[in-house]
């Protein structure tokens, strides 16, 4: 039977363990970014049951390199251009790493105070570097938290915003009336999540139609549903705003939905969970103009910002609001640290109890690139996605289908919508690149979004005469007009 693994195995085995991470970067570039094998294929390869006896690392690793590599989607991969990044670095790793090996449990203060501290701190540094208001900082009434996704970050604001409109009944007694969140038709979809989760049902989400040209969310159609809403006797709780929308990187006029919301007194979130980081950027925070009126705000560090998943920051401006809401005590969680009130305790601004270290990999990502470095990461993204759109526009058999102010742009061929989703199933079908969909207007369009930080313009050149060297051969292959 295995022992415990040692302080001296474990340093053989890590240095192992480094290596082969060390290595699958540096030979990324040459492997398929896809597997073209079918459903079960891991499944089928892997033994019936656990092994009734331990087994050395390098067994595991063997296994890693035979059966699981080979059946990875290399989000990492220079060529990965599919959905938003889900970017991770060395240092972000590096920090991973030193949150699983402390293994602390930062639900209070008092159970790790480093874990909070220090987490409460980065998230000011945040507000600084991305230009937030100063009300979403720890030192006044505001305060920001590691969320595990954009979507945990959504039901939290939803609760907190429930709270607020019930007067705290929601709190006791839950739902007493009907209560409506707002977003528009492009808002995402953990937005209807969050609804369902809190109790307001699907039903209880307006979507709010879009300006047909930029994709943001109408604030006349806004204020006409509350208006609606309130003259049914219902109760407007909640709007999300969303700076770059999962379908094209859409951006809603923030100053006329927050005045808006200032006006009915209706809580408003701003989901920037893939865009936000670009506001690191001076050049790129006009994203935010408006910013003042939010309750809470979110981005994902995980997506665009070179720290591995799952990394969401999230801010409240009214953080006695949201512990408000959330807490609970049992007697078992009270200690000296907590009844001073001197303290923060994450646990209250999150659904969970527990949470691990996440900061760690933030805070070596901070430090190792620094601001600097991490807008040259930003700037090299929006240059690549601008240089390909230039291309895609040169060619009149393709189309830029909407403004593309961050790193995604999205396109179509002009043929319809045939012609292009079999342009996308033979692009991709190559192994050699990976994009994704999305449905514009109702009409089939493709998305190839830069944020690797191994993609060069290299690859997106290679990208771009993939597309146009299929796409010859797709419209070569489509039936002669009648």
């Given amino acids: ?8 195995e474990f340093r053989r085995a890590g240095y192992a363990v480094i290596d082969w991470i060390a290595e699958y970067w540096a030979t990324l570039g040459q492997r398929p970014v896809t597997t073209q094998d079918p459903p079960g294929t891991v499944a089928a390869a892997l033994p019936d049951a656990a092994p009734p006896e331990g087994e050395p690392v390098a067994a595991v690793l063997a296994d890693l390199d035979r059966l699981v590599l080979p059946q990875v989607t290399h989000w990492q991969h220079p060529a990965f251009f599919g959905y938003f990044p889900a970017n991770t670095s060395g240092p972000s790793v590096l920090g991973d790493l030193v949150s699983a090996g402390l293994g602390v449990q930062g639900m209070l203060w008092s159970t790790s105070p480093a874990a909070t501290e220090l987490e409460t701190v980065l998230l000011d540094w945040l507000v600084d570097l991305l230009g937030l208001p100063e009300r979403f900082r720890s030192t006044g009434t505001g305060g920001g938290v590691i969320q595990d996704s954009a979507s945990s970050a959504t039901l939290v604001a939803t609760l907190a915003a429930l709270h607020r409109a019930s007067r705290g009944r929601w709190r006791s007694t839950g739902l007493d009336r009907r209560y409506r969140a707002y977003t528009s038709t492009e808002g995402h979809s953990s937005i209807e999540k969050a609804a369902r989760i809190a109790g307001l049902g699907s039903d209880g989400v307006r979507t709010v139609e879009v300006d047909p040209r930029t994709r943001a969310l109408d604030p006349a159609a806004l204020r006409a549903a509350i208006r609606a809403d309130l003259a049914a006797g219902e109760v407007p709780a909640i709007v999300v705003a969303t ?3 999962t379908s094209t990187t859409a951006v809603d006029p923030l100053p006329e939905i927050g005045a808006i919301c200032a006006e009915y007194g209706v809580w408003l979130h701003v989901d920037a969970a893939y865009a936000g980081s670009a506001a690191i950027c001076p050049e790129l925070r006009w994203t935010h103009a408006g910013l003042e009126y939010a309750d809470s705000y979110c981005f994902d560090p995980h997506k665009w910002l070179l720290t591995g998943f799952d990394c969401d920051a999230f801010w409240v401006a009214d953080a006695g609001e949201l512990v408000e809401a959330l807490t609970v005590l049992p007697e078992y969680l009270r200690n000296t640290a907590s009844e001073t009130g001197a303290v923060v305790d994450y646990r209250d601004w999150q659904v969970p109890l527990g949470r691990r270290f996440r900061a760690l990999k933030l805070w070596f990502v901070l430090r190792w690139y620094g601001t600097e470095g991490l807008r040259a990461h930003i700037r090299s993204g929006v ?13 009149d058999r393709f189309e830029v289908v909407a403004p593309h102010p961050f790193a995604l742009v999205c396109f179509r061929l002009v043929a319809g919508d045939e012609a292009s989703a079999e342009l996308l199933a033979r692009v991709n079908g190559t192994g050699r690149v990976l994009l994704t969909h999305t449905r514009v207007a109702g009409r089939y369009t493709l998305r190839l979004a830069v944020g690797s930080p191994q993609t060069r313009p290299e690859h997106v050149d290679e990208a771009w005469q993939l597309l146009a060297r299929t796409a010859t051969e797709v419209l070569a292959d489509l039936p002669p007009p009648a």
């Fill in 1 to 8: 039977m295995a022992e415990h693994m040692d302080p001296e």
């Fill in 383 to 395: 240059a690549l996605a601008g240089g390909f759109a230039d291309r895609v526009r040169a060619d």
């Fill in 243 to 245: 700076i770059g929308t």
